[in-house]
């Protein structure tokens, strides 16, 4: 059952030309294709080998802004 769960998966991924060898690709959404005007995203703070968590903020959308 969980094998098939995952084929479902590994479908609708596909289906979207994404791919599952590029998990990054599958967790960065490009909102373009949507009516979106405001974004939210967590902020974190570099510290060597550390991060820490800053806090999530809102923010008009732009897709200048988009880093992928």
Avoid: C, H, Q
Wanted: glycine share 8%; charged share 30%; aromatic share 8%.
């Amino acid at each position: 059952m969980i094998e098939g769960i995952r084929n479902i998966g590994e479908y609708a991924v596909e289906k979207e030309g994404k791919s599952i060898d590029d998990p990054l690709d599958i967790l960065v959404d490009d909102p373009a294709n949507r009516d979106t005007t405001s974004i939210l995203f967590i902020a974190l703070e570099s510290g060597g080998n550390v991060f820490e968590y800053k806090g999530v903020n809102i923010e008009e959308y732009s897709r200048d802004k988009l880093v992928i």
